[in-house]
């Protein structure tokens, strides 16, 4: 193993992995801070029905204010957090002097980048599973990688109109009525990749989304293979 290869994994990004990790925290728990303020300011501002206010409040502009919140503030922040992560990504690279042949980088659920470069027979990863630390790994380091899938189905139901008619005898017909259902399915792909940086070390797993784009992987995963000699 070559004496650069050492050095990579100790490069640690933990200014953006703390602010991607703050990221996280913050969607979990803010919701459920939002409707315990509102629980509470209704809860004390009408002595008659406290619990009835509390509760009405919060499921009414506790709703709201949480989906204002995550369009207003949270989500453009996390987008500026992310890209400035990327953009730093690929800037260790640049410095690193890895010359990638073929890279992929994504920012759902959080900000990743992995690269293959061909004529060193190099891959660099770096994501949120690494605590951003930049990997560069040879060949000998990678057990394997495989492409993984998860299915997502959506079923959307429509309710066509129902008719009824009467006599005044009571004697009736009903028609119409029919509903409709439409599922669409979603197939996401994940490459997964398991290493070893040293043989004193446990090997482990990281795994880098492509979203919809199954190709993507799969032309991935071809690359690593042919930089550790399978094909």
Same mark, same amino acid.
């Given at each position: 193993?070559?004496?650069?290869?050492?050095?990579?994994?100790?490069?640690?990004?933990?200014?953006?992995?703390?602010?991607? +990790?703050?990221?996280?925290?913050?969607?979990?728990?803010? *919701?459920?801070?939002?409707?315990?303020?509102?629980?509470?300011?209704?809860?004390?501002?009408?002595?008659?029905?406290?619990?009835?206010?509390? =509760?009405?409040?919060?499921?009414?502009?506790?709703?709201?204010?949480?989906?204002?919140?995550?369009?207003? =503030?949270?989500?453009?922040?996390?987008?500026?957090?992310?890209?400035?992560?990327?953009?730093?990504?690929?800037?260790?690279?640049?410095?690193?002097?890895? %010359?990638?042949? %073929?890279?992929?980088?994504?920012?759902?659920?959080?900000?990743?980048?992995?690269?293959?470069?061909?004529?060193?027979?190099?891959?660099?990863?770096?994501?949120?599973?690494?605590?951003?630390?930049?990997?560069?790994?040879?060949? !000998? %380091?990678?057990?394997?990688? +495989?492409?993984?899938?998860?299915?997502?189905?959506?079923?959307?139901? +429509?309710?066509?109109?129902?008719?009824?008619?009467? !006599?005044?005898?009571?004697?009736?017909?009903?028609?119409?009525?029919? !509903?409709?259902?439409?599922?669409?399915?979603?197939?996401?792909?994940?490459?997964?990749?398991?290493?070893?940086?040293? +043989?004193?070390?446990? *090997?482990?797993?990281?795994?880098?989304?492509?979203?919809?784009?199954?190709?993507?992987?799969?032309?991935?995963?071809?690359?690593?293979? %042919?930089?550790?000699?399978?094909?």
């Amino acid at each position: 193993m070559s004496e650069n290869t050492e050095i990579q994994p100790f490069s640690a990004n933990d200014a953006f992995f703390q602010k991607i +990790k703050f990221q996280f925290t913050l969607s979990r728990y803010s *919701p459920f801070i939002v409707y315990a303020l509102f629980f509470i300011i209704g809860f004390v501002s009408d002595a008659s029905n406290r619990l009835l206010n509390g =509760i009405l409040l919060a499921l009414i502009v506790g709703t709201i204010a949480n989906i204002l919140l995550e369009k207003v =503030i949270y989500t453009p922040y996390r987008i500026i957090q992310f890209n400035n992560c990327l953009k730093e990504m690929n800037h260790d690279m640049a410095v690193l002097n890895f %010359q990638p042949t %073929q890279s992929h980088q994504t920012r759902q659920p959080a900000p990743a980048l992995i690269a293959v470069d061909r004529n060193a027979r190099k891959l660099y990863v770096q994501n949120y599973e690494t605590a951003y630390r930049r990997l560069i790994l040879e060949p !000998s %380091q990678i057990i394997g990688a +495989k492409v993984e899938r998860e299915t997502e189905m959506n079923t959307t139901t +429509k309710h066509g109109g129902r008719i009824s008619i009467f !006599s005044r005898i009571g004697l009736g017909y009903t028609f119409g009525g029919k !509903s409709r259902s439409r599922t669409t399915v979603t197939e996401y792909a994940f490459l997964e990749i398991h290493f070893e940086l040293r +043989k004193d070390m446990a *090997p482990t797993w990281i795994t880098i989304p492509f979203g919809t784009d199954r190709r993507a992987a799969d032309s991935m995963l071809v690359a690593i293979e %042919q930089i550790r000699g399978n094909l």
